[in-house]
């Protein structure tokens, strides 16, 4: 899954795509790579962010999404969005996508609704509070546990609504809500986490669990970001959310060959 920001803020600068043209470009470039799905977002989720109105995430995504469908109508597409307007207008106005949200259904009381009502895939990622508040609610008696628990909430819910659960993934929201010791926590358990038989969507990529620990800046996590994606390939996940695909790609196929597993990208 190749992330294609188009925010201003977003917190690895090299991402941001503020333009139609700048879009189509990442999103040519991510196909060429070997990209499955193009995951744009209009709002930026980095702790602290500033909030943005619905208008101007929609305006963001729409622009977005129309530069993706122009370079390819044939892609998955998903929004990383919290907002079932945001999702109703762009399956009204582009047909079905897959929705990333980072609040699992619980920013918008109207968006598992939204997405049962649209049949649409969903991606369901923990995480509490807002970007403003997640890293003043870290407290867990044992983070993969409650990581576990809490999801599986959010999929009795999910269910409960009437989406289709063989079209629900599962994200354990590193960084979101978690300290860098417990992002490597949830890292080593994360086999836990495949034990719910949902695919496991891993986003881990030049994050400050990745780059504080060794003093560099997010410009230089390129390689050690590649080593976690590893360690999240040998725990169970299915998907990998990168700002770089080809050389996520080639960790895919080496794991792939070295482990005789053919993992389905």
């Not at 509070?129 to 959010?154: I, K």
């Not at 080809?246 to 792939?256: D, G, H, S």
Request: charged share 25%; glycine share 6%; aromatic share 6%.
């Amino acid at each position: 899954m190749a992330i294609v920001n188009a925010t201003p803020d977003s917190f690895y600068a090299s991402s941001r795509t503020q333009s139609h043209k700048a879009v189509a470009e990442r999103v040519e470039q991510a196909l060429n790579e070997g990209a499955t799905i193009i995951d744009i977002g209009g709002y930026s989720s980095r702790p602290d962010a500033d909030d943005v109105t619905t208008a101007e995430e929609w305006s963001r995504v729409d622009m977005a999404l129309s530069a993706a469908r122009e370079v390819s109508d044939e892609v998955a597409v998903s929004i990383d969005t919290f907002r079932a307007e945001v999702v109703r207008r762009a399956a009204d106005k582009y047909g079905e996508i897959i929705v990333n949200d980072i609040t699992g259904g619980l920013g918008d009381a109207e968006m598992l609704k939204t997405v049962a009502e649209l049949q649409l895939p969903y991606i369901a990622m923990h995480m509490r509070g807002t970007p403003q508040t997640m890293q003043q609610q870290t407290h867990y008696n044992d983070v993969v546990a409650d990581v576990v628990a809490e999801l599986q909430e959010r999929l009795a819910a999910i269910e409960k609504t009437g989406i289709d659960c063989k079209r629900v993934a599962l994200d354990p929201g590193f960084g979101f809500a978690k300290t860098v010791e417990q992002n490597y926590e949830l890292l080593a358990g994360l086999h836990r986490l495949a034990e719910l038989e949902q695919p496991l969507l891993v986003g881990v990529s030049r994050k400050s669990m990745i780059y504080k620990p060794l003093g560099i800046t997010p410009d230089e996590a390129l390689a050690p970001t590649q080593a976690v994606h590893w360690e999240a390939l040998r725990q169970g996940a299915t998907l990998l959310r990168v700002h770089d695909v080809r050389e996520a790609v080639q960790t895919i196929k080496l794991y792939e060959k070295i482990n005789h597993n053919d993992k389905g990208f």
